[in-house]
């Protein structure tokens, strides 16, 4: 089995900015693609940021030139830096893992809670 463990979340003050962490237990390198989505109450699992194997990075326009997601395949990690905040920000982020091979599924996260008040 697969697990992700989020970590970095927390309180932060509007136009803040916070680092989410996602630790895989395999390569992330095997994933097809990795992402953050997030959830706030009431409300649909949203997509936030997404890269693939190879690159490419597709974010929400509701985070774009304020998100940056990047990995590190030597520590099996993805990262979500999120810079200028806001509070409609607040929600609780799940790191997303898909692989195609062997089979087509998706891994999640146990989530992490991002609050952005002042």
């Known amino acids: 089995q697969v ?7 927390g309180l932060v003050q ?5 680092r989410l962490s996602c630790a895989a237990s395999r390569m992330i390198a095997s994933f097809d693609a990795m992402a ?3 959830q706030a109450p009431g409300k649909q699992r949203e997509l936030v940021a997404r890269i693939t194997s190879g690159h490419n990075t597709n974010y929400d326009d509701s985070v774009k030139g304020r998100f940056i997601i990047s990995r590190d395949n030597a520590k099996n990690t993805v990262y979500l830096q999120m810079n ?3 509070p409609e920000d607040t929600a609780v982020y799940y790191c997303s893992g898909h692989t195609v091979v062997p089979i087509n599924e998706d891994y999640w996260g146990q989530g992490t ?3 952005v008040s002042s």
């Open 14 to 18: 509007p136009g803040g900015s916070l």
């Open 113 to 115: 809670q991002v609050t």
């Open 36 to 38: 953050w989505y997030r």
């Open 3 to 9: 697990q992700l463990v989020e970590s970095g979340g």
């Open 84 to 86: 200028r905040l806001k």
